[in-house]
């Protein structure tokens, strides 16, 4: 989404940049030509200087390591699944090295994980 609204921003920018330098181009040197060439000075500083903040803070952020990192460790053993049921079966390690993983609700409506056994290859 921002990569969009930083494309829009550009394109607007470079659509007024074009308007301000025809209206120039088409008059004499007046106090009027020359307020429009200071507001397009004003609107390319400011676009100029975001630009810069925007680099910087992501350096920032890359600094610190925040996006070459993974995730967050996760508590691999999950009492409940996101509808708050329970859940119950084999450990943790089992499951992680299991080939397959079957999942069935017992009577009272618990989740209940297994390791397959005797699957083929």
Do not use: C
Not at 54 to 61: G, M, T
Not at 79 to 101: E, F, I, S, Y
Request: hydrophobic residues 50%; aromatic residues 6%.
């Amino acid at each position: 989404m921002r990569h969009a609204i930083h494309l829009v921003a550009s394109i607007l920018m470079w659509v007024l940049f074009s308007w301000y330098w025809y209206l120039v181009m088409q008059r004499q040197v007046s106090p009027s030509s020359l307020r429009s060439v200071g507001l397009l000075f004003v609107i390319s500083a400011v676009g100029l200087v975001v630009t810069i903040g925007w680099v910087a803070h992501n350096k920032r952020i890359a600094a610190r390591n925040r996006r070459r990192g993974g995730r967050p460790a996760v508590s691999e053993i999950l009492p409940t699944d996101h509808l708050g049921r329970p859940m119950t079966g084999v450990a943790a390690a089992d499951l992680l090295t299991a080939k397959v993983v079957t999942v069935n609700l017992d009577e009272q409506g618990r989740k209940v994980l297994a390791a397959a056994q005797g699957v083929r290859d």
